[in-house]
């Protein structure tokens, strides 16, 4: 038995986070600034819609992921696996930052807006909840305990 | 909540509007929602063929919010890395001949030909509070957001002067004053730069029921102001009854500022002199276009993975549920 329920997953969870904090950091204008752009290569991190565009593709990514995930858990995975604190703390992180991407994605959309005051809470506490979930990652790699389950016993 | 230029953020403000931050991302988004470009956004109206470009609007602008421009602490902070300039305007307060923190709005003149004839049109130039303002929509940090009454407002004391508004507006309308705002108390060498400042639309007289200064300063009635689809079909009628050319309805997704010109903009744009503070009237595809259709794909991506899981569509054999071949 190994230490995930599906490594695959674990692997795309992976790919699509490290893409989101990327392309998130993008949305502020410090790649420019701080000369990253200019390596050869990573020009494009200086693009603001074209990060955001990305930025888009890898949350819906990382939503499917979370979906399949969930409906795995719902399903099966519940009775051989049991979340870990650190797990936990990430499954609500991923949580708070699925639902302030939503509203975020909502109020980009033509069709939607909210006031200005609801705006900046929204985007302080997307940006907010994504540096708690990097130091829970980095938090959870320091302790050995990167997976989000382990076997029950 | 209207954010008000007067108004500071402290930190017991901060933590309460937070609080009610955290029950805003709790609630249904509907709760709080409403259409863009609906009846209760205000849209501007300005018949070229009336502007003379006597500039008492901008007069009227620059006298009425000047109680809102930028009073920068200097020096300014040695900016790391050195690539970061200041953008000093506080010692060119008298420019009006484009956009600045200090001159929010100003008058672009083109001479151009049309019909065989020589034509001068002025043309009185700002934010034209689009319908789905980018700026508003892309700032990392939600300092720049859009009134219900259509306003797009950049709120001073939040905003760092990153000055990603002013890349990601199709017209580069905001203009950046270093020294002055939050990032000073933050990490002022390392990150932000100031604030950026444009047409707030005088919102503060709006929110009375008045009119903005630059219409009611116009002698010659160039401008006016109502409901967005009145003013919209206003304009259609003033395009189509004098045989003039309509710009702002359709520019990047739809503006709320019609202007109608007896000259095609194409050619306006042509004879007009351009650069910083000095923006365009070429047509304007949507900015949000893609971010627009985007939205589905996240909306429908965790209903496919909940179905897949459910299904047991990507099962992987023994690599599956964590055994081994």
């Given at each position: 038995?190994?230490?995930?329920?599906?490594?695959?997953?674990?692997?795309?969870?992976?790919?699509?986070?490290?893409?989101?904090?990327?392309t998130g950091m993008a949305q502020m204008p410090i790649f420019k600034r701080y000369y990253i752009a200019d390596i050869p290569g990573l020009g494009w991190l200086a693009d603001y819609y074209l990060t955001n565009k990305l930025h888009y593709g890898l949350a819906a990514l990382l939503l499917?992921?979370?979906?399949?995930?969930?409906?795995?858990?719902?399903?099966?995975?519940?009775?051989?696996?049991?979340?870990?604190?650190?797990?936990?703390?990430?499954v609500l992180l991923l949580a708070g930052l699925a639902v302030s991407g939503g509203l975020r994605v909502l109020k980009n959309r033509p069709d939607w807006s909210f006031d200005p005051l609801t705006v900046l809470l929204v985007d302080w506490?997307?940006?907010?909840?994504?540096?708690?979930?990097?130091?829970?990652?980095l938090a959870a790699v320091l302790a050995r305990c990167s997976a989000f389950v382990r076997p029950r016993d | 909540m209207p954010l008000t230029t007067n108004t500071t953020l402290s930190r017991r403000g901060f933590l309460r509007a937070l609080g009610l931050g955290g029950l805003t991302a709790l609630a249904p988004a509907a709760a709080q929602a409403r259409p863009k470009g609906s009846e209760a956004e205000l849209a501007t109206l300005l018949d070229l063929s009336k502007c003379v470009g006597c500039g008492a609007c901008v007069a009227a602008c620059r006298e009425g919010n000047a109680p809102k421009f930028p009073e920068p602490v200097k020096p300014f902070p040695t900016m790391v890395p050195a690539r970061s300039k200041p953008e000093d305007w506080s010692d060119k307060r008298e420019v009006d001949d484009r956009l600045t923190p200090y001159n929010w709005l100003f008058i672009q003149s083109a001479e151009v030909e049309w019909k065989g004839e020589k034509v001068t049109v002025h043309i009185p130039r700002r934010c034209?509070?689009?319908?789905?303002?980018?700026?508003?929509?892309?700032?990392?940090?939600?300092?720049?957001?859009?009134?219900?009454?259509?306003?797009?407002?950049?709120?001073?004391?939040?905003?760092?002067?990153?000055?990603?508004?002013r890349d990601v507006c199709p017209w580069h309308i905001p203009q950046r004053q270093t020294g002055v705002g939050l990032y000073l108390k933050l990490l002022p060498r390392f990150g932000g730069n100031g604030v950026m400042y444009k047409c707030d639309r005088c919102f503060d007289l709006v929110a009375r029921g008045q009119e903005p200064r630059c219409v009611t300063a116009c002698p010659f009635g160039v401008q006016s102001i109502g409901p967005r689809p009145e003013m919209l079909e206003r304009a259609r009628a003033l395009a189509r009854d004098t045989g003039g050319?309509?710009?702002?309805a359709e520019e990047n997704g739809g503006t709320n500022t019609f202007y109608v010109s007896p000259v095609p903009?194409?050619?306006l744009d042509a004879a007009l002199d351009k650069g910083p503070g000095r923006p365009h009237l070429a047509s304007v595809a949507d900015s949000m276009?893609?971010?627009?259709?985007?939205?589905?794909?996240?909306?429908?991506?965790?209903?496919?993975?909940?179905?897949?899981?459910?299904?047991?569509l990507i099962a992987r054999g023994g690599k599956e549920d964590g055994h081994d071949k």
């Open positions: 038995m190994t230490s995930r329920p599906a490594p695959w997953l674990s692997r795309l969870y992976l790919a699509a986070v490290a893409g989101l904090a990327l499917a992921v979370l979906g399949y995930a969930l409906a795995r858990w719902l399903k099966d995975w519940r009775r051989r696996w049991r979340l870990t604190a650190l797990g936990r703390a990430r506490i997307h940006l907010g909840l994504a540096a708690l979930l990097g130091l829970a990652a | 034209l509070h689009c319908v789905n303002p980018p700026c508003a929509n892309l700032c990392p940090w939600g300092a720049a957001g859009k009134q219900e009454n259509g306003i797009v407002r950049i709120n001073d004391q939040v905003c760092l002067g990153g000055a990603k508004c050319f309509l710009y702002g903009f194409d050619l276009a893609d971010e627009t259709n985007l939205a589905w794909a996240t909306l429908l991506a965790p209903v496919a993975g909940l179905a897949a899981g459910t299904l047991g």
